[in-house]
T-cell receptor
Framework: DQQVKQNSPSLSVQEGRISILNCDYT??????FLWYKKYPAEGPTFLIS?????DKNEDGRFTVFLNKSAKHLSLHIVPSQPGDSAVYFC?????????FGTGTRLTIIP | SQTIHQWPATLVQPVGSPLSLECTVE??????LYWYRQAAGRGLQLLFY??????ISSEVPQNLSASRPQDRQFILSSKKLLLSDSGFYLC??????????FGPGTRLTVT
């Protein structure tokens, strides 16, 4: 049972435009949501997070939106830069653990 | 500041051989520690986590085991590797809050 889903395995965006990565979850007990960025052969790095009591959190070019009624969160990157090309994982927190989605490979086209 | 180390960085082992991967964390006390595996083209699968010395919770039944002999040391082991154990192994730590911080990973290839 996959509790956290990223239905788009890949996404290509022109440099300077907005990148939108999506994530859906099924467990309403999750209380915190996170996005990680991962380059090949490296560990994931924490990007941005949001508590379940909020609907938006912003940090520079990165904004995460949470729609609890739809059990959906999204990561917006504006403007997209070539260095943003990586795999992005969403994760949901509950019971001392994180449950990860399968990732979306973002490619920024110069 | 906190630092997490994993070694070795890469490992090639024959089927049936033993395994020992080590993870250590510096700059924090009593962290939660986690082992994940990323198989080729897949997401991050939680294997084990520990909330304290000697306390191990297993998430996926398999031929791997974990131990935490010291507060900031986490070891992943196997007595006999299978081909399906190939993957990218990641250690992570968490002090407070929900954010986990990951190490650089170990690429394991079982031949």
């Amino acid at each position: 049972d996959q509790q956290v889903k990223q239905n788009s395995p890949s996404l290509s965006v022109q440099e300077g435009r907005i990148s939108i990565l999506n994530c859906d979850y099924t467990n309403s007990m999750f209380d915190y949501f996170l996005w990680y960025k991962k380059y090949p052969a490296e560990g994931p790095t924490f990007l941005i997070s949001i508590s379940s009591i909020k609907d938006k959190n912003e940090d520079g070019r990165f904004t995460v939106f949470l729609n609890k009624s739809a059990k959906h969160l999204s990561l917006h990157i504006v403007p997209s830069q070539p260095g943003d090309s990586a795999v992005y994982f969403c994760a949901a927190s509950g019971n001392e653990k994180l449950t990860f989605g399968t990732g979306t490979r973002l490619t920024i086209i110069p | 500041s906190q630092t997490i180390h994993q070694w070795p960085a890469t490992l090639v082992q024959p089927v049936g051989s033993p395994l020992s991967l080590e993870c250590t964390v510096e700059g924090t006390s009593n962290p939660n520690l986690y082992w994940y595996r990323q198989a080729a083209g897949r997401g991050l699968q939680l294997l084990f986590y520990s909330v304290g010395i000697g306390q191990i919770s297993s998430e996926v039944p398999q031929n791997l085991s974990a131990s935490r002999p010291q507060d900031r040391q986490f070891i992943l082991s196997s007595k006999k590797l299978l081909l399906s154990d190939s993957g990218f192994y990641l250690c992570a730590w968490r002090a407070s809050g929900s954010v986990q911080y990951f190490g650089p990973g170990t690429r394991l290839t079982v031949t």
